[in-house]
């Protein structure tokens, strides 16, 4: 008889001997992953005035003639930091000149720095996958023009909702809508300067997210000199455009962005960008995060309220896992860009997305209740969006409605998985059995990571229950630590069980 009919045939006669074989959870203790920071502004409470990438490149003309003196000076900069890195090797020819100007008054100003901000270098995945290509064509293709359909920062936060926000920069401005440059080739994203008032402090910043964008800009997507020109503590645009927030001067404020944008359109013209993320095999996680964070708060963010309509001691009770944790999962499994991966119950999606964007593999979803399903609909539509606003190519995505036991989609893409992931945290036993016989389907390798094991704890392989599912998984226990789930600061335990026939063949061989 083949192993796989036990899988299907009910316990064997009570008079037969009974052989068991220990089916251990191996526990792997695992260091905490470490926390990168990225710094954040708080926006100050800006007159009305647009800015237009045509006006900024105007306005660049005036104030590049203005500043020959203080472009050379910076130059200088760039090259001494330059030199400092050489450490006494041969002298190497000086960079071209940065494209961001210093403001003349930063350089004698008191509120110095210690040194010039370090590039963060910390990479999502352990191992780059050679056969993942970062940058998508179409966002630095100028066909279409690089319009589509986004939701715009000062469409969810403007003045047009008094009771939770101020302008920017004080009562005496008009909160002018301005316009920020991404990397990539596409549209530019209108913000309106206005802060959320005191009763509203959890509300989108307009301000911080200009300047996280800038941000990640200048770490991930620029050469060092330029990059410098942007981070640097002690003279760099950053540093201006905060000056600028805190002495609440919308003209600076808005002068500067027109600098950024100048020079991030001629950076991306010249090929800078896209040599940059061409050399690059995979994604950071601070600048997944980000895009993440931006997707979310243009759109869950905004009805996360009816995320809460839930019953408990069903099976319909919504939980998120965190970026973080989910790219610790990625790296756990080895996920690649050639894998196909399944998420089910994936809520809003934000799993499914992370793995297209983080991995590059093909990637599904399936959640059952309407209204993470309306919201993971939403976040698809925004998430695509922001990714080509970053000039980033990502896998498909593929989100399916109903019960995942019973959706067709699902079922015909279960025996090509190569990671599944089902958050049975909250699951009724009735669900995690059905689950064990849909896992029958799967190939064999293809890892299952779940929140509770599939496995009893202290389960042994015997000749009465050669027939359960359960046998059919090799598992191991992990750690995840805390600020990991969104029901819970606390760290925890999951599991990690590969699909693997061949202790149950061998003991199937031992019996006969």
């Known amino acids: 008889m083949s192993f796989f009919s036990h899988l299907h045939k009910k316990a064997g006669k009570g008079s037969e001997p009974i052989k068991t074989q220990n089916l251990q959870i191996r526990r792997e203790v695992v260091k905490p992953i470490a926390k990168s920071g990225i710094s954040k502004v708080t926006a100050p409470s800006s007159k009305r005035r647009n ?95 690089g319009v589509f359909a986004m939701v715009h920062a000062a469409e969810i936060a403007s003045l047009e909702e008094p009771n939770k926000f101020n302008a920017a920069f004080g009562e005496s ?132 309220a009816s995320l809460k309509q839930y019953q408990n001691g069903t099976d319909n009770v919504y939980g998120e896992l965190l970026p973080r944790f989910i790219s610790k999962i990625f790296k756990d499994t080895g996920l690649k860009s050639e894998h196909l991966f399944i998420d089910l119950g994936s809520g809003v999606g934000n799993v499914v997305l992370q793995a297209a964007l983080e991995v590059g593999c093909e990637s599904w979803g399936c959640e059952m209740m309407d209204t993470p399903c309306d919201l993971a609909e939403l976040q698809e539509r925004e998430f695509k969006a922001r990714c080509r606003l970053w000039g980033l190519a990502i896998g498909d995505i593929h989100l399916e409605r109903g019960d995942f036991l019973a959706n067709m989609n699902i079922r015909k893409m279960l025996p090509k998985a190569d990671v599944l992931l089902v958050n049975n945290q909250a699951f009724t036993p009735g669900l995690n059995d059905s689950l064990l016989h849909l896992f029958l389907d799967l190939k064999e390798g293809c890892q299952i990571v779940s929140l509770k094991s599939f496995v009893p704890s202290g389960h042994k392989l015997t000749t009465r229950n050669m027939g359960s599912p359960v046998n059919l ?24 069980a590969r699909k693997d026939s061949s202790r149950l063949r061998n003991f199937e061989e031992s019996v006969a």
């Open 51 to 145: 800015v237009s990438s045509s006006t900024a490149d105007r306005q660049l003309s005036v104030r590049t003639s203005e500043k020959s003196t203080a472009d050379k000076g910076y130059h200088g900069l760039a090259s001494r930091s330059l030199k400092s890195r050489s450490n006494g090797r041969n002298k190497q020819p000086s960079p071209a000149p940065p494209l961001f100007s210093p403001s003349s008054e930063d350089n004698d100003s008191a509120e110095s720095s210690e040194g010039p901000r370090k590039r963060l270098k910390i990479s999502s995945s352990s191992e780059p996958d050679l056969k993942r290509l970062v940058r998508s064509k179409q966002a630095f293709s100028e066909d279409d023009k």
């Open 173 to 304: 401005s008009t909160a002018g809508n301005i316009f920020l440059q991404y990397p990539s080739a596409s549209q530019q994203e209108r913000y309106e300067l206005v802060a959320p008032n005191d009763r509203h402090k959890d509300e989108f910043k307009p301000l911080e997210d200009i300047i996280q964008v800038i941000e990640h800009v200048a770490r991930y997507y620029l050469p060092e000199a330029d990059s410098e020109a942007l981070t640097n503590d002690s003279t760099g645009l950053l540093r201006r455009l905060r000056r600028s927030i805190t002495r609440r001067n919308e003209e600076d404020f808005q002068d500067i962005i027109a600098e950024y944008n100048h020079a991030i359109i001629r950076l991306r013209k010249i090929g800078t960008i896209a040599k940059s993320l061409d050399g690059k095999h995979s994604l950071e996680l601070a600048l997944i995060k980000r895009i993440l964070d931006q997707t979310y708060s243009r759109t869950v963010s905004l009805r996360v």
């Open 473 to 496: 998984l090799d598992v191991h226990e992990k750690q995840y630590f805390s600020a990991s789930v969104s029901w819970t600061d606390a760290g925890g335990t999951y599991c990690v």
